[in-house]
């Protein structure tokens, strides 16, 4: 089979503008694309949102947030990580009050039961799942829950193939059994949960035979994991985007939340849920208040007194009410009331769901300014591009990582041409527009983030180099606190309990795209071992492993379709069509097809998927869409 | 786990040959069609601990392939390794360290020619030679020289292996070109093997306690054993309670017989007492010193004695499980074990209540293929556990950590007979045969330059010359060989070495295994030392780098001098000597340490090369 | 540190090394013991993210009352154990195991072992010109990394960060016997036949550079590659959330070989092909 070659890009080495979109890009003086940068916010004040990075440093996110806040007076900044795991911090926060997985990859090393849930963390996660075979070779037992039979499924003692969309019958039906079997924790559901009885009727229906009617999954390997995690001592229960890029992902982490809070598997060693990130900072992006509802130090804006302590130390007002998430900024845009976007580091032309929809709003605003190390496919919208730096080779700074782990990242190699540092431009900017900012390094940034952040306060780089990254919360410039979150829930004085962690009241509802006859197949979509998102920066290395993208299909799909690999097929489905050669992999079964995004250049997956949001958190159903396969009239195949 | 397997698909032989041992598979992911029966696998697998607990039935498994086909192809491999969750790199690592066993297409019948050192002194090479060119090309018979096949009481000999449902084989001892080709080529017809009795020159005598019911009992029949007092002595164990058979057996001053003399007693105590559990027990039979034959004989001749030792051992340590590690060779022994099992199973002799006395104990024959090195006791678990026969570092020794990582006892099949005699006539009785130190029978693989070649038992503390005269040796005698390729010559004037663990040693060589090999003066000593250096080179495992390079550079220096001697050799001979010592200090395993033990003792003590 | 619970307190056991007294935690092995006492016993296969394997066995020292030598890298300390590093026993098998290796496999690139062949006088030509040797060439049959198995001294460290110490992933093993064996895939076929994920966490233990990045392999065929002109700086990978440190190596502004602090608690040295190979859209530079 040839190996295919994604798209290269070449970075970006000077600052490019135009005046009208129709035109060319030229390149362009530093001094000429930042004030054609001023002139276009200033003039959009008050219709505006900035797209910043769930890649780039904390400190850069901290100084985009400020920027939004201050300079442009508005709530409106958010990243991708509404693309992903926004629910993950929705379901968390109202579940305990904080955002954050609650334990950390050492304690999956000594734990006793394993649930990795719509979690391919072997492709997506492959260090992290290096912790989990050391937990599986140390004797845990782990169980996977994924409509694909996928490497990491292929660890587990048992892994239960749901329908996709199917996950809270599945874990309600978990939840029931736990209950009527009596292994529900009763003392841990007393003292530190509310809801339970609301919970329990809500469950009550979810018997495991209805389980295996809507699940597909055979009642017996529903009721065998629903021990498995209820009897042990400790548990772990991970996931990724399987649980959370669907139309109600928030209810789905809230509905996994639950069977924690049933057992007490959260707030002890060994015990607790993990979400996976995506991203290098997606998780460090809204601790520094990337995200339109909080300010630095996942900080409520609503809190008048959160707000007090920001204003005066920033010497500004601030918007008293949350701001518009990325996928309400992009609803806006329709509207017409948000008209400038300054986008850092996001490639959402290619990233969004129905991309389509989202290329034409961006072409319809009045100013978009991207700020990227590559001319993107966002960055071919725009009327300014700024050159930047690659966060974690070309500049200062920390990101956080997916167990809380504030890390220091360093300037390794001098960047290209006239590149410069995010926070040197943003600074630049804020000071045409009346603001000036002077930041020594990115050592000074993080010393103000950690001023207004109890959460980080007891980080300073130095104890980061010291201690090879540090977890949060630390408040203390002397002490580490444990490395795992709500601890507090088990402790016997009320007071320092705290607020009760509430049980999810979720219900089941499927996926938005419903498959029929004329879309007969489900599309889900993942992560391949060697690729990355959209593929610009994963497509600039030679992977033996990279084939390009394909439609995956299972043996007998492809034969019913009279379709072989390396087939081209057109793949329908109700917003767009795309064609893609044809894989086959016994992973998947009769009516589920898999793709992923790596490839946009290539095969456009986003043509296919459904712009259909959590409400709660805006990520799109990127998991489910209903799909048909076509032969091609006259066979052409790859290889 | 996420394996990768390739595109080769196994033949329905193949498969066949596999599912013959492991029964068909139990879904679609274990390799089962993916048809409507199997719906359910596409929602529901299982996996994790269970699937990889089978690990050990990859060396039955390679077996089942080879034998079937005669080599071990890309498909059938995959097939394995999905069966057993095995990943196919660490399959193929397992399959190439075996001789026995082929990763390349070959034909079904190998003819594997023993040219090692009693068959080398009986005409291995002209045999082997001759064998070829009857054969001539094309005749669909690979001829593979051998180490050691443990026929030496009947050197030259030849054994023929053709593949197939069942796998047929053949012996020829001693072989003639005319015999080895027809055991290749009609081995159904070839004619029978002698009776083992036939090794044993004392057969009958009914001083004898080992070999007491060699020639005399019918190998096939349990109850012809036990109306030879078979399992009177199990019965006493029961008796005695575990505690006190270890107690009689430490008492009876029993040491290990398989070269390293540690005592029995000592190693069942400490592996009885640990509170790790499930205890195992291995019976080494992977007897392939060159010129050890003794066990063959044993499991030939009175295959029960070895059963009701093992079942003897499992119960004084606390063992449910026993593994019969026989080496690759001995299709004859195979046969009468897997027999003998199998009856002492239905009768109740092994299984959940043996004898109704409620103790529950099993026996696992496991078939090596073809490694010296596994006849080291760590190696021997590795392989079994379904790994490359690689030894391990020690401690942790076996009685804390052995097979599958449990208290294991391992001990070799002459050991284990002693138990029999040691309960039926009571360890002060046993210890007052041989001398102080040395206690009991002791078994003697003699052969070469000798008119009786076979095995003799005799008690210990007679001499050298004692039992060269009990064997007939012949005019002209050069040297003797003791203890096997790992041991040590002596000279013909040195016939009064008393054969005790400290006889020997007093006089600065080794009892070894039992070995006594004679050698007249028609045998070059240059060849004969260079043919001990190619066999450890061909056997060193390749773990550790003084034995893996070490044994190629003492090859290559006695390669040199093969037709040299005085100054013309001293360079080499003093090269010789330093990488011999740092593979003695710094070698992982017995093999690397002795490997230059006989060419050392060749030197010191014949002149070889003077 | 993070806090976690600590387990019981090891004790403290006492034995003597070169005449002097040692105390060491319980489980720590010789060659802790003697590196925590400041002596340079040499090694090569072992490695501070492995279990010992004690195949090279270069680093045997003399312990009183053992019949032979006794691997430092593997053997656990005991009371009252009496060590000697430095008798002539122990550095007359070290230079011979140096000398048997030099004479077969090409250590030009092994760090330490020039410098440890002199220090023990070792002549690896004496075993004369037509000494066996590995005879390998390298295999390069992917974009990311080379196989120069004439460079191979067997010490397993590949082998065992592939399987079920780290990576899991099984795709190679020792094949064949003795002075044939070698590190293989099943049936010796080129790497992109196999299960190989290319995490390269095989590259990061290799102690001879018989395993290398491809860019590490062409600068050093080329004459330009050039350790004391490199910088290596540890950052934090951008391709998941997972948060893998990331040491860079920097030759010329050129990113030229990627590894990981090994006592870092989220990767302990291991990378996936991401984070070991995917830096190059950063020097994409036009």
Known sequence: ?639 | MDLHFGDSKPTDEERAAVDALLGPPESSWEGAARDEMRTEDLRWARGGRRARERRDLLLPGLHAINDRIGWISDGALGYLCRRLTVPPAEAYGVATFYALFSVRPRPATVLHVCTDLACAAAGAQELGAGIESRLGPGSGVSVARSPCLGLCERAPAALAIRAGDPVRTAVSAPATVAAAVLAATAPDSAPEEPPAALAVPQAGDPSLLLLRRVGVVDPASLDDYRAHDGYAALRRAFALGPAGVIREVTDSGLVGRGGAAFPTGRKWQATASQPDRPHYLVCNADESEPGTFKDRVIMEGDPYALIEAMTIAAYAIGAHRGFLYLRGEYPRALRRLEHAVAQARARGFLGDDILGQGFAFDIEIRRGAGAYICGEETALFNSVEGYRGEPRAKPPFPVEKGLFGKPTVENNVETLVNVVPILTMGAPAYAALGTGTSTGPKLFCVSGSVARPGVYELPFGATLGELLTLAGVRDGLRAVLLGGAAGGFVRPDELGIPLTFEGTREAGTTLGSGVVLAFDDTVPLPRLLLRIAEFFRDESCGQCVPCRVGTVRQEEALHRIVARTGADAAGDIALLREVGRAMRDASICGLGQTAWNAVESAIDRLGAYE | MTVTPLGIPRRLLEFTVDGAPVRVPEGSTVLDACRAAGKDVPTLCQGDTLRPKNACRVCVVEVEGARTLVPACSRRAEPGMVVHTDTERARHSRRIVLELLASSVDLSTTPRAAEWIEEYGAEPDRFGPDAARLDEEPRIDNDLYVRDYDKCILCYKCVDACGDQWQNTFAISVAGRGFDARIAVEHDAPLTDSACVYCGNCIEVCPTGALSFKSEFDMRAAGIWNESAQTETTTVCAYCGVGCNLTLHVQDNEIVKVTSPHDNPVTHGNLCIKGRFGYQHVQNRG
């Not at chain 1, 259909?612 to 009239?633: M, V």
Request: aromatic fraction near 8%; include cysteine.
């Open chain 1, 1 to 639: 089979m040839r190996k295919r070659q994604p798209k290269t890009y070449t970075r970006l080495t000077h600052p490019l503008v135009r005046d009208r979109r129709d035109e060319p890009f030229r390149q362009a003086s530093w001094e000429e694309a930042l004030e054609r940068t001023a002139r276009g916010l200033r003039r959009n004040r008050g219709a505006f949102g900035m797209f910043s990075c769930a890649r780039a440093t904390n400190e850069m996110n901290y100084v985009a947030q400020k920027f939004a806040r201050v300079v442009m007076g508005t709530n409106n900044v958010d990243s991708c990580n509404r693309t992903c795991h926004a629910p993950s911090v929705a379901g968390l926060s109202a579940a305990f009050g904080s955002g954050g997985g609650t334990s950390s990859y050492a304690e999956i090393e000594h734990t006793d039961v394993i649930v990795m849930w719509g979690s391919n963390a072997r492709f997506a996660h492959p260090i992290f799942f290096q912790h989990v075979l050391k937990g599986i070779r140390n004797g845990a037992r782990m169980y996977a829950v994924d409509p694909r039979r996928t490497s990491t499924a292929e660890w587990a003692e048992s892994w239960l193939g749901l329908n996709v969309g199917t996950d809270i019958p599945m874990a309600h039906a978990i939840g029931r059994e736990i209950i009527r079997a009596g292994l529900a924790n009763e003392a841990f559901i007393e003292r530190a949960t509310s809801g339970f009885d609301e919970y329990q009727a809500l469950v009550e229906p979810w018997t495991l035979s209805l389980a295996e009617q809507v699940t597909g999954v055979p009642a017996g390997a529903i009721r065998e994991l629903a021990h498995a995690y209820a009897r042990a001592e400790r548990a772990q229960l991970c996931w990724t985007l399987g649980i959370t890029e669907h139309h109600n992902g928030t209810d789905n982490v809230r509905a996994l939340i639950n069977l924690s809070l049933l057992t007490g598997h959260v707030g002890r060693y060994g015990s607790g849920l993990q979400p996976l990130r995506g991203q290098n900072n997606v998780q460090g992006g809204g601790d520094m208040g990337a995200i339109p509802n909080r300010l630095p130090g996942f900080q409520d804006i609503l809190d008048p007194d959160v707000r007090l302590k920001f204003e005066s130390a920033w010497d500004t007002v601030i918007q008293p009410h949350y701001g518009l998430n990325l996928t309400e900024m992009f609803e806006a845009m329709e509207e017409g009331t948000l008209r400038a976007v300054y986008c850092i580091g996001e490639n959402p032309a290619q990233s969004e769901a129905d991309n389509e929809q989202a290329v034409r709003r961006m072409t319809e605003l009045d100013f978009l300014v991207v700020q990227d190390i590559f001319l993107t496919r966002t960055a071919e919208l725009a009327d300014v591009v700024l050159p930047a730096t690659a966060g974690w080779a070309e500049t200062d700074g920390t990101t956080t990582n997916s167990e809380r782990r504030v890390q220091r990242v360093r300037r390794a190699v001098t960047p290209p041409g006239e590149a410069r540092e995010d926070i040197d431009i943003i600074c630049e900017l804020a000071g045409r527009l009346g603001h000036d900012w002077k930041y020594a390094d990115a050592e000074a940034v993080w010393n103000e983030l950690r001023s207004v952040s109890p959460d980080h306060y007891g980080m300073t780089y130095r104890r980061l180099t010291e201690h090879q990254g540090i977890q949060w919360p630390c408040p203390s410039t002397d002490r580490l606190e444990p490395a795992y979150l709500h601890g507090r829930l088990w402790e016997p004085d009320p007071a320092r309990r705290g607020r009760l962690a509430p049980f999810g009241i979720v219900r089941h509802d499927p996926p938005v795209d419903l498959t029929d006859e004329e879309y007969p197949i489900r599309l889900t979509t993942g992560r391949r071992l060697d690729s990355y998102n959209t593929g610009v920066q994963s497509g600039g290395f030679a992977s033996p492993l990279r084939r390009g993208e394909y439609i995956e299909l299972c043996p007998e799909d492809a034969e019913r379709h009279g379709v072989v690999v390396g087939e081209r097929v057109r793949v329908s489905s109700r917003r767009g069509a795309v064609v893609a050669p044809v894989w086959i992999d016994t992973a998947l079964r009769p009516g589920l097809a898999f793709m992923t995004m790596h490839f946009p250049d290539e095969v456009d997956t986003n043509q296919l998927t459904i712009e259909a949001n959590c409400p709660i958190a805006g990520t799109a159903e990127f998991k489910a869409s209903a799909i048909r396969i076509e032969k091609l009239p006259i066979t052409t195949t790859v290889g």
